[in-house]
Protein backbone atom coordinates (compact mmCIF):
# COMPACT_ATOMS: atom_id res chain seq x y z
CA UNK A 1 0.00 0.00 0.00
CA UNK A 2 1.64 3.60 -1.61
CA UNK A 3 1.80 6.28 1.23
CA UNK A 4 -1.19 7.93 -0.81
CA UNK A 5 -3.76 4.88 -0.08
CA UNK A 6 -2.87 5.01 3.19
CA UNK A 7 -4.05 8.66 3.68
CA UNK A 8 -7.11 7.69 1.24
CA UNK A 9 -8.24 5.02 4.03
CA UNK A 10 -7.76 7.45 6.78
CA UNK A 11 -9.61 10.14 5.11
CA UNK A 12 -12.55 8.01 4.37
CA UNK A 13 -12.53 6.33 8.09
CA UNK A 14 -12.50 9.69 9.55
CA UNK A 15 -15.43 10.95 7.03
CA UNK A 16 -17.34 7.75 8.46
CA UNK A 17 -16.70 8.74 12.20
CA UNK A 18 -17.73 12.05 11.31
CA UNK A 19 -21.04 11.02 10.13
CA UNK A 20 -21.58 8.68 12.96
CA UNK A 21 -21.00 11.40 15.74
CA UNK A 22 -23.54 13.31 13.92
CA UNK A 23 -25.96 10.71 12.42
CA UNK A 24 -29.53 10.34 14.44
CA UNK A 25 -30.53 7.62 17.25
CA UNK A 26 -32.38 5.48 14.18
CA UNK A 27 -28.79 5.49 12.07
CA UNK A 28 -27.12 4.72 15.29
CA UNK A 29 -29.47 1.80 16.43
CA UNK A 30 -29.33 0.67 13.02
CA UNK A 31 -25.47 0.21 13.26
CA UNK A 32 -25.48 -1.59 16.91
CA UNK A 33 -27.80 -4.02 15.82
CA UNK A 34 -25.95 -5.14 12.02
CA UNK A 35 -22.46 -5.34 14.27
CA UNK A 36 -24.09 -7.38 16.68
CA UNK A 37 -23.73 -4.61 19.76
CA UNK A 38 -26.00 -4.29 23.07
CA UNK A 39 -25.57 -0.55 25.14
CA UNK A 40 -26.77 -0.77 28.79
CA UNK A 41 -27.15 2.35 30.30
CA UNK A 42 -26.88 3.16 34.21
CA UNK A 43 -28.32 6.55 34.29
CA UNK A 44 -27.30 6.58 38.21
CA UNK A 45 -23.86 6.03 37.25
CA UNK A 46 -23.45 7.70 34.11
CA UNK A 47 -21.71 4.58 32.98
CA UNK A 48 -22.83 2.68 29.44
CA UNK A 49 -21.91 -1.22 29.18
CA UNK A 50 -21.07 -2.15 25.35
CA UNK A 51 -21.30 -5.83 24.77
CA UNK A 52 -20.57 -7.32 21.11
CA UNK A 53 -21.41 -11.07 20.80
CA UNK A 54 -21.56 -13.01 17.46
CA UNK A 55 -24.67 -15.23 17.12
CA UNK A 56 -24.38 -18.64 15.13
CA UNK A 57 -27.60 -19.23 13.42
CA UNK A 58 -26.64 -22.80 12.42
CA UNK A 59 -25.57 -25.32 14.27
CA UNK A 60 -21.82 -26.15 14.64
CA UNK A 61 -20.44 -28.73 12.78
CA UNK A 62 -17.21 -27.51 11.31
CA UNK A 63 -15.35 -26.86 15.29
CA UNK A 64 -14.56 -23.13 14.89
CA UNK A 65 -15.30 -22.48 11.07
CA UNK A 66 -18.63 -21.62 11.88
CA UNK A 67 -17.30 -17.74 13.38
CA UNK A 68 -16.50 -17.17 10.00
CA UNK A 69 -19.87 -17.31 9.13
CA UNK A 70 -21.54 -15.85 12.46
CA UNK A 71 -24.25 -13.51 11.80
CA UNK A 72 -24.91 -10.48 14.33
CA UNK A 73 -27.62 -10.74 17.29
CA UNK A 74 -30.09 -8.50 17.40
CA UNK A 75 -30.20 -5.60 19.98
CA UNK A 76 -31.54 -6.65 23.49
CA UNK A 77 -33.23 -3.99 25.26
CA UNK A 78 -32.75 -4.32 29.17
Known amino acids: MTAEEIRALIGGVQQALEKL ?17 TLTCDPKTGRT ?3 S ?5 DRVGGGLAHLRHARPCSISRR
Do not use: F
Open 21 to 37: ANAGPEMKAALHKGLGV
Open 49 to 51: LVE
Open 53 to 57: RPCAQ
